[in-house]
């Protein structure tokens, strides 16, 4: 148990090698110290004076930058025993009047700080800095202490490679990437549309499901390995797709990725001519087939991994600093819980993705406009709607069975009792079809009349063929500007 933050369930990091007995008296001494205070796993990148005093990797997943879409006040979503420690951060920050701070895009761990002391470190770093705040100035010049002491720690967190801030970056370019991103300019309403990769190695069946939605649909998502279960991966599914005529929107996680192989995959996508990426952190293996694979393995987050490709395409530069000839084309876009935490959380994680590199967010479904609503609220807020494109997920329901195990199997999904309700009285499989697709209609008529969105982002899961006629009984416009697949 600790003071200060929720108890961790995982061990503290251990050094690459061996220390001197010095500094390992040292480390014994700051792991004992740290872990009783605040559950410290001694990742040595430390950031609690961002997060309100509470280790951020007591998350399960390790996450620096904020909470994941399935956080709730209750549990974590990936050990209910446990509250979720984001929720504990912004809770605490919010009381402390420190929220201001967690906008701040942190660094992924270097690993060769992970598990060595940090204080000898820091007080060796305070000696040499050319500014470092001095105590008499505390009482004689509390302002200068401060900014001082905020520069010294700033600069501790945010090394050289990484150089986070919490400022907005827009994209370093004037022409569209991707025909999803001219579409989206052109300020008509516009639907993407998600498709399952295969559970085979045949890629005939997304040619097919290409033919269904072509016309339909400015681009169609393919999900990378979702509910942490294998199928063909997201790179190929969209290659097949953008061979067979439709621009792709290549999901990338970054579960069981590390950074490099982040990198390398999405620079090999931009090989490929896939243009449009979804930046995500991922599910937690947990909720994959057994046996699971080890845990803990998110290396970056998704605010991480948008800030490094963001960097890729606009600086020309890879993390560890090796410079990009030719730099890739990436049209950047996130995910978004607007059903999750209370929306004012949520629309600061949201922030710190449209900073770090977001420019379209795909959301998790609504069948709740009220507070899809509320949650819009909260970006315009936070001055967000003008800086990215916001499409709302339409899940058409297939049968009310699909319906319950939405509301109450998928973290951060909300359905309104009275479309449970809807769904349970249809009899038979084809009128819950029928009341799926006349909820459906419903929802696409709301959403067109809505401000501030750019239209929808459908994902009628293994049920792609229903999209052209909801398409074409929404009244949806077509895409104004289709291709081959490529700009
Ligand atoms: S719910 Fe998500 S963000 Fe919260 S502690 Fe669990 S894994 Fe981390």
Redesign the pocket.
């Known amino acids: 148990m600790s003071l200060f933050s ?1 108890h961790r369930s995982q061990a503290p990091f251990l050094p690459m090698e061996q220390e001197p007995l010095s500094e390992r008296v040292l480390t014994n001494i700051e792991r004992m110290v740290k872990g009783a205070l605040f559950s410290c796993r001694m990742c040595g990148n430390c950031i609690l004076q961002e997060t309100a005093y509470i280790c ?1 990797m ?6 620096r930058n ?7 006040p209750d ?5 209910p025993s ?6 504990a951060i912004y809770e605490r920050a919010e009381k402390m009047g420190r929220m201001d701070k967690l906008l701040e895009i942190n660094a992924p761990l270097d690993g060769s700080r992970a598990g060595k002391e940090t204080w000898l470190d820091t007080a060796r770093k305070w000696k040499q800095a050319d500014h470092s705040p001095r105590l008499l100035d505390y009482f004689t010049d509390r302002d200068k202490f401060n900014r001082e002491w905020h520069q010294f720690f700033f600069d501790l967190r945010q090394p050289e490679w990484w150089q986070g801030d919490a400022e907005y970056h827009p994209p370093a370019y004037e022409e569209p990437l991707s025909l999803l991103e001219a579409n989206l300019r052109t300020g008509n309403f516009v639907t993407t549309a998600e498709i399952s990769p295969p559970l085979g190695a045949s890629g005939k069946i997304i040619h097919k499901k290409v033919q269904w939605l072509q016309g339909w649909v400015a681009a169609a998502n393919f999900t990378d390995n979702a509910s942490a279960m294998a199928r063909m991966s997201s790179v190929a599914s969209s290659k097949l797709c953008l061979d067979a005529g439709l621009e792709p929107v290549m999901q990338l996680q970054a579960r069981d990725r590390s950074r490099l192989v982040i990198e390398a995959d999405a620079m090999g996508a931009a090989g490929l001519g896939i243009r449009n990426i979804l930046c995500l952190t991922g599910d ?1 293996q947990r909720f994959g087939a057994s046996p699971i694979s080890k845990p803990d393995q998110f290396d970056l987050d998704a605010v991480q991994m948008l800030w490094v490709l963001r960097r890729m395409r606009d600086e020309g530069i890879y993390l560890d600093g090796r410079k990009i000839k030719q730099r890739p084309s990436f049209f950047l876009g996130a995910a978004a819980s607007p059903f999750g935490a209370p929306p004012r959380f949520e629309a600061l994680r949201l922030e710190k993705k449209i900073n770090a590199g977001a420019q379209f967010i795909q959301t998790q479904p609504v069948f709740d406009l009220n507070r899809f609503d509320e949650w819009l609220e909260a970006l315009d807020k936070r001055n967000l709607l003008d800086k990215v494109y916001i499409l709302p997920g339409l899940l058409p329901l297939k049968s009310n069975r699909a319906a319950h195990f939405m509301a109450d199997g998928v ?1 951060g999904v909300t359905i309104p009792d009275v479309i449970i309700k809807r769904m349970d009285a249809a009899q038979g499989k084809e009128a819950q079809q029928e009341t799926g697709v006349e909820i459906a209609l419903e929802i696409i008529e709301k959403l067109q009349r809505m401000q501030g969105i750019s239209g929808m982002h459908v994902m009628a899961i293994h049920w792609e063929n229903i999209v052209p006629r909801l398409l074409k009984e929404g009244n949806v416009p077509q895409p104004a500007i289709s291709g081959n697949g490529l700009l």
Not at 58 to 63: A, D, I, N, R
Not at 66 to 72: I, Q, R
Not at 75 to 79: G, I, L, N, P, T
């Open positions: 929720p951020p007591t998350c399960p997943k390790g996450l904020g909470l994941c879409g399935g956080a709730t549990a974590c979503e990936v050990d446990r509250p979720c420690t984001w929720y937690h973290p």
